[in-house]
């Protein structure tokens, strides 16, 4: 972008925090609720808000931002990433790359960019390094878009959405490239036409925008002077395309590009506000096991296209989010170069998730190696010695073992509060493992057995920096068939169940449970545990 349309589109994009009333009120910081660990970084960004809070006693981030852990990581400039004056050394991701770089890039490097760009802050970096004006303004008052690369991200002021014709359509809306049609999207302001079809090369309903924004078209009056809009959102809106709703894995797609979108989306101090409504582009109304992950982002019910079918809506400011199937995107179709593991991007999602769901880290009671054991309760891929392998772990002192069935019938919350506060998460391949991105960092996630899909989690461990161990010696495992795919066709790892030998069971428990207790996470998480039982037994016997 010209210094000409970054100067125009952060006038155009802001926020007033004063006019708009969030500030309002002297004391009012709701609007921010991050982890301790993000208040730097966040702060940062704006310098005004922090002075504010440091002048206002009834400020609740006061207090963090006199700590001396506050001020060290203020002098030391950290920032996440994406921002033009952050150096490498300042970065708030400490990716590793301990294996080698030889055969992908001549440099280690290059090999710690390359991941950083494919799989962390520089990938959001990037999008908005991409970002160009698609529909210029003319006036503050007029419409305005812009997108990044392919359409994959986009944002705009005054934005109008025609669904009249929706009122017509009987047949389910949901992964459909015709929701909308020529001139039905649009708004008042100069549209670079030739720009924007550029960049349809994804067309797709879970790869880019493109479906919807190839029909964009300029109106010949301001929206709020045209009287054409039946309804008009006054906060921020997001409209998102989500994936699978009831498999863990591919929603938390939705909800980790909805987190990185939050920060290409970062001009305004309110941008993680969640007094903002949430759209989903289909007409099921939205449901799922994992639903209480969206209270991490909106305060508000999540709405969805039949509520608005035969109504042309007006948005103010618009969001369209990063995709969960993008090409190259983050995290379904992450191409990570081998050798590197620890986004920090997806650790920050992990905090900042465990934050706003307010699900705690617990202090040990005790030295022993806590072990999660999730248990399918399924036609496919259960234990068959289930029993065995636990009660042979469980005769161990040094482990703590709790079986589990994260079914849909337990609240989701509950399941977090028992991931977070586990040491080794043990499991057969299948989306309950994507739990592992609330795991502690030292943490260990167990894939009893991959069946024959190895790369997945262990990818998706690695992105998270959560150490993957897998079942090492095919001799030892013991299908109960070939198995076979419901749909037909030939052999399928999947689609049976699994003993397992349970001397080699109990020997790499053991080996996971030593890569804890080698971790420094780990001990210093012990210590603070130790400090915080004798001050409360302190407080007792006071």
Partial sequence: MTARNVLLFLVLFSVNICDNGVLAKV???????????????????????????????????????????????????????YEEDCSVEARYSKPRCPGSYQGYVRTKEAQLETFYAQADFGFLRDQIKETRIMCEPTFPHDSALECSQYLRF???????????????????????????????IGGHCRLHRRRLESELEHVSPLQSWAPELRFFETTSQPLAESGHCDVTFERPAF?????????????????????????????????????????VWESYSYSSPFAETFKA?????????KTYAGKVVCFKNLV????????????????????????GLFQAFSEFVLHRLRIPLKAAVDHKIRITFL????????????????????????????????????????????????????????????????????AVLFELYHCEDPNCYRDLARLKGVHYMSWERDDLVYP??????????????????????????ERLVARAADHVSSQKEYREFLER????????????EL
């Fill in 154 to 184: 986009c944002r705009g002021r005054n934005i109008m959405v025609n669904f009249t014709d929706l009122a017509n359509r009987h047949e389910p809306l949901r992964y459909k490239m015709d929701v909308l049609s020529q001139g039905q």
């Fill in 27 to 81: 004391g009012d910081y709701d609007f921010i609720n991050l982890p301790r660990s993000h208040l730097p970084l966040y702060f940062r960004r704006f310098p005004e808000l922090e002075q504010r809070c440091l002048k206002d006693e009834t400020c609740e981030y006061r207090s963090v931002l006199l700590g001396e852990s506050y001020r060290t990581a203020k002098q030391s400039g950290v920032c996440w990433g």
């Fill in 320 to 343: 369209l989010p990063l995709l969960p199937r993008m090409i190259f995107g983050l995290y379904y179709n992450t191409p990570i170069i081998s050798g590197c593991e620890n986004s």
């Fill in 529 to 540: 545990s130790r400090k915080k039982r004798e001050k409360i037994s302190l407080k007792e």
């Fill in 239 to 279: 409209i998102m395309k989500i994936d699978a709703t009831i498999n863990m894995y591919h929603h938390f797609c939705d909800f980790l590009n909805l987190y990185g979108s939050l920060h290409v989306n970062l001009s305004d101090a309110t941008a993680f506000s969640t007094d903002v409504h949430i759209l």
């Fill in 297 to 305: 982002f909106t305060s508000h019910p999540i709405l969805d296209l």
């Fill in 375 to 442: 248990s399918r309760q399924t036609k496919f891929r259960r234990v068959l010695n289930e029993d065995k392998l636990i009660e042979a772990i469980s005769a161990n002192e040094d482990y703590n073992v709790n079986r589990v069935s994260y079914s849909y019938q337990m609240d989701f919350r509950e399941q977090l509060k028992i991931t977070r506060n586990t040491d080794i998460f043990i499991g057969m391949h299948g989306a309950g493992l994507t739990h592992l991105l609330f795991l502690p960092k030292w």
């Fill in 480 to 505: 109960e068939d070939e198995g076979h795919h419901p749909d037909g066709g030939g052999r399928h790892a999947k689609f049976t169940n699994y003993a397992f030998d349970v001397k080699e069971f």
